[in-house]
Structures are given as C-alpha cells and as structure tokens.
C-alpha cells in the first residue's frame, strides 16, 4: 500500500479499515519484512531472525527532509480506532505519565518539560505549562518513588541526572533541582539522550547511555590482555573505555545517584529504557551501527539481563564480528546476547511503552493488554526509507514472542521527504496512546473508536 494515496480523496479511517483486512494474518519473514515505507500499513507483522542477517554492503545516506504536513494528510491505526492531534508542543520528545494522569514532556533541545493536563476522555488538554527550563538535552523523566503519591521527578539530562520535588498536580517545580548523578560519562560525542527508569522494588535506578560514536573510531586500542583486565576491573564484560567510558551501557544506581555500577554493556544506543511492570525486567530499544549496508545489522527491543553483553563495538545481533574497532575481542565470540526482538535495520527505535490500562473511558481492547509499543524515528541511511511508525510488541506473560506489528503508519510523503517522526510513546491515564513526533510537533492521541467492539 502506497500511503501517499492517504490524501487523495479517501479517508483515513477507511483506508486503515482496508489495510487492516488486507494484512491482519499476514507474517512478514526474511526479505520480505526488510521492505520500506510502501509496504507499510496497521496489521502488517513482522518476525525477523539471526538468521536472517545479511552480508554486508555498501552504505547509503538519505537524510529525510521534514516537510509540512500535506493537506489532507492523517496516520493511519488499525480499524477500531482513531487517531487525532492532541497537542503542539515543539521539539516533543520523550513522554512520561504522572499518577495523577499530568503528561510531562521532555523538549530535548530547548531544554525544557512542558506538562500537559487533560481530563479522562478530553482530546485535548485544558493546560499547557512549562514546568521547568534551561535544561542540558533533557529526555529521560521519572517520578519517584512508585505509587500515587511520588515525591519527586527525575530527569535525565545530557550527562547528569537531577530532580525536582514534586507533589501531585504541580505544574511547576517547586523547588531547585538537586543534582543526583553529576556526572554519566565522558563529554561529547555523539548519542546525546539519557533516559531513566526504577526497578519495581524502588531500589535501583537505571539509567541508559548510548555510545559516543559509531563503531568505536576514536578509543583508543588495547591488547587482547589489557581489554580482559580493564573487564575485570570494570566488573562488566565488554566493557568500553576512553571516550567510551560507561557509554553504550545501562547504568545501575540508588535513587540517590550512589551505588554505581554497569549492568549491561554493549548496547549501541538504548535511547529509552523501561522497566516491564509485571516481570520486573527493564528493556531497551536500542539504535544499531551503521555503515554496513541498508539491512545491516537490525535494530532491537529487548529485555537487558544484568551482566549481560549486546556486543557493540565489536560484534553484534549476537555472533556477527566488526573489525572495524581498533582492538580486536575474539574473547567475546559467542558471548553477545541476541536480542528479544529485531526490527528492520535503520528504523532508529526510540521510545517503548506497556500497555497496562485495564480500565478507563479510552482503555484498549484486553488483546493489547501486556503488549509494548516502539516508536520508530525513521532511517537516514537506508536507500528506501523505513520507520516512521509505532508499532505493537506482542508479550505473552511478559515475554516477547518475537514479532512486531504496524499500528501506526502514513508519515512518510515519498523517499525523500516525510512530515512526521515519531519519538515518545506513553500509555495516558484514561487508557489512550499518546505519540510524540518531534518533526511535526504534534503530540497524537490514538483511542478506540466510539462504539467499537
């Protein structure tokens, strides 16, 4: 399906009806889910496997040029529900909910979290606030401790961790920030967000940092002995250094920045970290590297096990060798977790939420309850691009099954312009969806439709 026909002269709602009917069943393996935007719709799934991985190849660059939204033009959901504008707000990045249902989003490059207040139901919000400002790349925002009444509200900003105390329905901070982690990594390089998250016992705060670099250009070798000390000393297999240090990881903390420690290394980009709320594991959705071709390596969501290592710099999507870092870790072979869940190369995955509504005027149907959604940001180095979308994780007992299906696509207008870009995705208080897309500086509310069964 061609979403650029989602302008001309059709509604939305009947254009999702039919793509709904048309690939509901179907289950996209191999080559066939490494297609692009025009192969999107809501129902297509995909399954993709390790073994499925291909060769390298040469590299393609195609930024997206973000344009104003077409007249006419509207995403498109599964049939039975709908989807609408909710609010704009520039720059709107990562989405957190408060327990007194008070949106708070993170405006990554102004520096700012703006909250947002809407009743149960309403479409839009009754109150627009800016809650705090003149932050450094902020994304991350946790409230603390877990239950109804949380004292404060984390954010994570580009290389520390403050917060504010907070009570419900403050829509602004009422105090100065207290500086909580003062320092994540080294400075610079690139992979600016941090996101944050607590464990289900309250104890440990997470905290995901993505690598600095591509493939690692920049830190500088080690003998084969030299990176096996600097693991045991570090206490982290895999574990990176230099300009790299503590980048490409999730980090482990107290909810007072102290008890520091590695959890997991290898993980390029875990640009939003989650904690599952029935299990307890956290996941991350992670950003692969580049440079090895249009479906090279996959992208993922994935439960990150403590100790655990995801292979960057030098091999990835489990048993698969880079040699373009400047040392060489034939120690690691076989050693680097597969994944849970790999999507499409390229897609740049950059939020992840549960779905946990059980009730509520705007509560999905019991089918999606467990499952997460991934917000795909979209590739800038594939060929025919691909992302751009929300999509649905299927969870059975909060374990991933492995495949991955469209819910919300029609952003792109050709291959090389798109009018929209998702970031952010949180579950509101009445039980809608709430997307961010910081291209079109619109927050999205998907609900089912009224009436629907």
């Not at 105390?165 to 901070?173: I, R, S, V």
């Not at 091999?315 to 977790?337: M, N, Q, V």
């Amino acid at each position: 399906m061609d979403v650029r026909g989602l302008w001309i002269g059709v509604s939305a709602a009947a254009l999702a009806s039919l793509a709904f009917a048309a690939h509901a069943e179907e289950v996209r393996t191999g080559k066939a889910a490494m297609g692009d935007w025009r192969q999107d719709a809501p129902g297509v799934v995909r399954h993709l496997t390790v073994a499925e991985e291909p060769t390298p190849s040469s590299p393609t660059a195609l930024p997206a040029a973000v344009v104003a939204r077409p007249e006419g033009a509207h995403p498109s959901v599964p049939a039975g529900f709908t989807v609408e504008p909710f609010a704009k707000v520039k720059g709107a990045r990562q989405i957190r909910v408060a327990p007194n249902g008070d949106i708070f989003v993170a405006q990554t490059y102004s520096g700012s979290v703006t909250v947002l207040r809407a009743a149960d139901g309403a479409t839009k919000p009754s109150d627009q606030t800016e809650f705090v400002s003149g932050l450094t790349l902020p994304f991350g925002i946790a409230f603390y401790p877990e239950g109804p009444n949380p004292q404060w509200v984390y954010v994570a900003e580009n290389n520390r961790v403050v917060r504010y105390p907070y009570q419900n329905g403050d829509l602004k901070a009422r105090g100065a920030a207290e500086v909580v982690v003062e320092k994540l990594s080294p400075p610079g390089g690139g992979h600016v967000t941090r996101d944050i998250d607590f464990s289900k016992d309250g104890r440990t705060m997470f905290v995901s940092v993505g690598s600095g670099s591509n493939v690692a250009q920049e830190m500088p070798g080690k003998t084969l002995e030299e990176s096996k000390a600097y693991d045991a000393e570090h206490h982290a297999l895999g574990a990176t250094w230099g300009p790299e240090e503590n980048r490409a990881d999730l980090l482990r903390f107290d909810p007072d920045g102290k008890d520091f420690a590695i959890y997991a290394t290898g993980l390029r980009n875990c640009v939003s970290v989650r904690v599952e709320p029935r299990t307890g594991d956290p996941w991350c959705v992670v950003n692969e590297r580049d440079s090895l071709g249009d479906n090279l390596p996959f992208d993922y969501a994935t439960r990150v096990k403590e100790g655990g290592y995801y292979g960057w710099p030098w091999w990835y999507i489990g048993d698969h060798e880079d040699k373009r870092p400047k040392s060489d870790r034939p120690d690691l072979a076989g050693k680097a977790i597969v994944p849970d869940v790999l999507i499409q190369a390229h897609s740049a995955p950059l939020g992840i939420t549960f779905y946990t509504a059980r009730r509520g005027v705007a509560a999905f149907p019991a089918e999606y309850d467990g499952d997460a959604f991934v917000t795909l940001h979209g590739s800038w180095n594939r060929a025919d691009r691909t992302g751009y979308k929300l999509v649905r994780v299927k969870l059975k007992n909060g374990a991933p099954v492995g495949t991955y299906e469209d819910f919300l696509t029609g952003f792109v207008v050709d291959n090389k312009s798109v009018w929209g870009r998702p970031v952010g995705v949180a579950v509101a208080h009445d039980g809608a969806l709430l997307v961010s897309d910081d291209g079109g500086g619109v927050i999205w509310r998907i609900a089912p439709t009224k009436g629907a069964k």
